[in-house]
């Protein structure tokens, strides 16, 4: 093994100094307009030769390699391998590129991917803490995770201590007293009685529980026209996107095509992003948290413009709506509780008008009328949003509202006219999937616990903290919320989770898995969730297991394949936690019934393919041979690509054209006939006024809200910023803090990365109004506060983030200096706190703090060491 990563060192040294190059060169290019004086770090230029012996390695076997991390671009990466050694990455090159057939091209981390899985950092070995000892209580010395040494073990050292001390804690606690995410180990815990799991919103905010109970899409695909049919908008006003770094593929060459078109592009953001950028966008600067209050007073004006300028579709909203107006309330209802009467203030005194959202929003009157007058009715207007505006305390109601904006402008069911989501792998592109992979048919394993207990993300750490939680069902459709106690003992993390780090409340996070008497993760990495564990286990990535599928876009299906044997020790989750059912005394065949290719395969039979009259057909014609070969079970079947080409070419997707049968308007039926074509709400129709939405979160008790959508202020939203809001006096916190996605990562994966830290440096952004208030310049070390932790970055002033707005990228493994308690790496969430509201949204965006100049220097991350622990080196 020794010698294979020799190898790649070798070869991955030589290509190094060209890509980093090409990368700087994009990056500074993206840097222009606010940015530029946060360029990435020096690095030097590859020499002429060696540059040029990279470009011409080409012998060697091109392999469809997977880019499987959270992004949403979901493109086609190849890596060619000779002699078992990957020494260069390629994108699609299976088709000639066009704005309709696009090729599936791959971002700057999914070109880094051979640094990311060929990382001198890999985990080789399984791991114990060397202070933890069996027996629980202070044997297991929690008080030392994220401090302690690490010790090798073997594997079945690994799996007797771990299996040993489950069966202890059941014995001695019973099953809820064990908490897991979900993932294979999950399955035999199962198996074995139960185990606590949890609930969340997850990136998705208020639009996970919300939409399907009002009437608006909870998902992109299905809530937005296709990407086509979206170059016929005349106004695109988006709220909160930037595909270019968050979804970094073909979502932002969607959005040109848009620009391309002719449409009119307005950004309302508090960062004027790459994404508004390149589409040259008209930039309305928004406080972050504050959308409830914007939307209303864009409500509040398109009732005073209607007179004069015809803003709003009344027949839209008096047939597929209820609850906008009094004549239109759910039978049995309060008439006076209608929207329209709230929104002008009729029965509570105070108007929802631009002039009182200003004040909250920092977005002036007159940009508020602007922009109801581009909703209106007879343009062909575009509103979209991805899901960062709903991460915020009590924004339960936020789709909704943004439900009832799109219906005032009657922009729903018509070409050109959209209003929902866009982000992740559908932005700029909506519409159901056309193709798709099959199942595994692996049988589903049920949780006996699942049914009576759940703890939600937002108090989860503070659960097993402090011994009780309010269980709800996981999710606002089942019981009230019920006060109960909880004594966890054992955190399990498989499935490359990163639930300590991505989950708000990190610093409490922390406390919670130094409470407990037994951590266990798997990872390829030693990750924040490793670093606080007991055991950590090494498992395979992505290139070194036997092939799987990508869902792409909605056109395209991409089939990776296996690029390297496996490294080192590495194991599969799968074999681990059958190694672990097995010593618990369970049999790993009820959860694995068939092996990892069979369970392929079945993936292989059950792909299809969306004709374009609407009928679902299989993809992927197999044979008699192909079965033979596979040594699996199945019948022979005719698709449109043949097993082995699919393989090869590593992806199929389906040829575009605007006068295709593939368009899709995104709730086109209901529009044309709601009543033959009603949506899961209780009236069938959009649902303005909600009564089972205020029930169900009334229910739970973390907080109240009404039956239609009202502003209440957030916890740690903007007005937290203030001692006295009314009076403009600012407090202890005056800065509100959000985390965009960044470009050197994906969520938290690629933060090892060195190409991508020498690219990427992951500063803090600040206003330069504010910083030159504070006396702060460009690379600075300065100090981030919240209530609730504290971090160290260096500073990036742009002109690009309006005044009293901090920008912490998102996903930085924390590196907390135990002395000090303070997080050295710009982790977003140690900022954050275990805050409940509404139905339990993780509120990330909703986060205050402070910033001032630190004297220590903090150098740059491409100098930090890679986290080996000494026991990855020990020989045995």
Known sequence: ?????????????????????????????????????????????????????????????????????????????KALVKDGVVIRQKTDDTHEDSPDYPQQRACVRGRAQRNHVLSADRLKYPMKRKSWQPGGGENAHGDLRGKDEWERISWDEAYTYIADEIKRIKDAHGNRAFFAD????????????????????????????????????????????????????????????????????NPAYHLLQMKKAGAKFVAVDPFYNDSYALVDAEWIPCRPSTDMALFLGIANAMLELDGEKGLIDWDYLNTHNVGFDADHMPEGEDPAGNFKDYVLGTHDGTPKSPEWASKICGVSPENIRY???????????????????????????????????????????????MCGLSCHSRSFNGGTYLIGAGSSELPSIKNPLAATESINDTEMWNAIVDGKYTYAGGSTKKVPGEPREVDIKLIYHDSMNAKLQTTDGQAKGIEAHRKVDLVVTHSLFMTTNAAYSDFVLPIESYWEKEGGFLQGNREALIYHSKVIDRMYECLSDEEIASEIGKRLGLNPEEVFPFGVKQQLFNQFVGAYIVDEAGEKKPLVTITEDDIKEWECEGEPQEGVIGMKELIEKGMYQIPRSPDDGYSYIAYEKFVQDPEANPLKTASGKQEIYCAPLRDAINGIGYSKIEAIPTYVPPQEGVEATFSDFEAGVKGDYPYQVYNPHYLRRSHTVFDNVQWLRETWPNPVFISAQDAQEKGIQEGDTVLITSPHGKCLRTACPTQRFMPGVIGLPHGAWVDMDEEKGIDRAGSDNILTGQIQSGQGVSGWNTCIGNIEKYQEELAPDSEQPPRIPEAQMQER
């Open 371 to 417: 922009l109801a007058v581009l909703m209106g009715k007879d343009n062909k207007a575009a509103i979209l949003m991805a899901w960062a505006s709903a991460r915020t305390h009590n924004a339960d109601c936020l789709p909704q509202l943004v439900m009832t904006l799109g219906a005032m402008g009657g922009h729903f069911g018509k070409s050109g006219h």
């Open 1 to 77: 093994m020794t010698s294979y990563m020799e190898k790649v060192r070798q070869s991955s040294e030589l290509s190094r100094r060209g890509f980093v190059k090409a990368s700087a060169a994009a990056t500074a290019a993206l840097a222009v307009g606010g940015l530029a004086g946060c360029a990435p770090n020096k690095v030097e230029p590859a020499k002429k030769d060696e540059a040029a012996d990279a470009r011409n390695i080409t012998d060697g076997t091109w392999v469809t390699a997977a880019c499987w991390h959270n992004c949403g671009g979901r493109c086609l990466n």
């Open 182 to 249: 979900g993932g294979p180990v999950s399955k035999f815990l199962s198996l074995y009685g139960g185990y606590i799991g949890h609930w969340g919103t997850t990136s998705r905010g208020a639009w996970t529980y919300t939409p399907d109970v009002v009437g608006i899409a909870p998902q992109p695909n299905e809530g937005i026209n296709d990407r086509l049919d979206m170059r016929n908008s005349e106004v695109v006003v988006m709220f909160g996107t930037n595909p270019a770094w968050s979804s970094a593929g």
